[in-house]
């Protein structure tokens, strides 16, 4: 144990086990086995009373849109998450700042593309992730070249530093968007990478996993995504985080495929992704790939609470409550729209 480890509970231990405390109350499968039997809306809500949601919806007058299910558990999980950043101090502080980033790199994705669609601004602000808010978004609406973009929007927030690599003077079409949107992307993880690696310890080790995992999706679904488009091989390239396990081999045979089938024998060269993709399909019965990565994520993120003294929980839990957010949003959908031949496929955590 280093020196960090033994102090590490004089700053952080409240929070570590007020999270791992919250963690406990994560949704079970004899719990999620009790939803996916529900008839209606509201026999879901009188289970999730059961469980560690409470009471939750109990202001909500039936029948409870799903809509208004998924932005209930959106707020609850932000509440959780800004009592953690409130009382943090560093480096924690800046660890739980590092979380935000990529939903505020989702909102001005978000925000751009809407505005090209002739969207209203107060429409889309309120599609905004809270944990991605910052004071500037609703100027966004006045950038047609991404130059425009940083100097309106982003050059006093946290982003500016990832967005100088994009800055052209390119209309923002939505190609160019979605090469934004990557090229954001793999800044903020390699930038999250490296400072996790200089915090040390068992942070790097568990958030070295974590990011590098990150990393290597995001490569394989911008391959897969890319074909039938525009971009070379060479600018495909320029978009993968390199901080994987694909680097620098792995991503440079990625940058070359030209259909599916290659995607897939290149990942059939590293173990953890062969098994990934040789469960996935789009035939009945089967899960998609994009199913499968979540549910390696959701492994790569349980493992993270068998270690302590690290702030890699933060972001594991973070993670895990957005997949059983995603679950119960799909349940309720299924009861919703009486589609019950697909109820059970939701993505169990324990």
């Not at 280093?2 to 007020?18: P, T």
Request: aromatic share 12%; glycine share 6%; charged share 25%.
């Amino acid at each position: 144990m280093s020196l960090a480890e033994y102090g590490f509970n004089v700053d952080n231990g409240y929070l570590e086990g007020l999270l791992r405390g919250f963690r406990s109350g994560i949704l079970n499968k004899t719990e999620y086995l009790n939803l996916v039997q529900c008839e209606t809306i509201d026999d879901l809500k009188l289970q999730l009373q059961a469980t560690d949601y409470g009471n939750f919806l109990q202001n909500e007058p039936s029948p409870i849109a799903v809509s208004v299910i998924d932005e209930k558990l959106r707020s609850r999980l932000v509440v959780e998450f800004r009592h953690f950043r409130n009382h943090a101090v560093e480096p924690l502080s800046t660890f739980l700042d590092y979380i935000t980033y990529s939903y505020m790199i989702d909102n001005i994705i978000l925000l751009i593309t809407g505005t090209l669609r002739q969207r209203q601004i107060a429409e889309l602000r309120n599609k905004c992730h809270p944990l991605g808010s910052f004071a500037e978004m609703e100027s966004v609406n006045i950038a047609s070249t991404p130059a425009d973009l940083y100097n309106a929007v982003l050059v006093d927030t946290p982003l500016a530093n990832y967005f100088k690599s994009c800055i052209t003077q390119t209309d923002l079409d939505e190609v160019n968007i979605e090469i934004i949107r990557n090229s954001l992307y793999k800044a903020y993880i390699e930038d999250f990478y490296q400072f996790c690696q200089n915090i040390g310890g068992a942070t790097a080790d568990v958030m070295g996993t974590i990011l590098a995992f990150e990393a290597d999706r995001r490569a394989f679904i911008i391959t897969i995504n890319s074909f039938g488009t525009e971009l070379t091989a060479d600018d495909r390239e320029k978009l993968y985080p390199s901080c994987g396990k694909l680097y620098p081999y792995g991503l440079h045979q990625l940058a070359k495929c030209e259909d599916y089938e290659q995607v897939r024998q290149v990942a059939e060269t590293y173990p953890e992704y062969a098994s990934i993709f040789a469960g996935a399909g789009n035939n009945p019965g089967e899960k998609t790939l994009e199913d499968r990565f979540f549910e390696r994520e959701v492994q790569i993120n349980m493992l993270s609470f068998m270690q302590q003294f690290h702030f890699g929980i933060f972001y594991s839990y973070i993670r895990l409550k957005e997949q059983e957010s995603r679950n119960i949003v799909w349940i309720a959908e299924c009861i919703a729209q009486r589609h019950r031949t697909k109820i059970d496929n939701y993505i169990p955590i324990f």
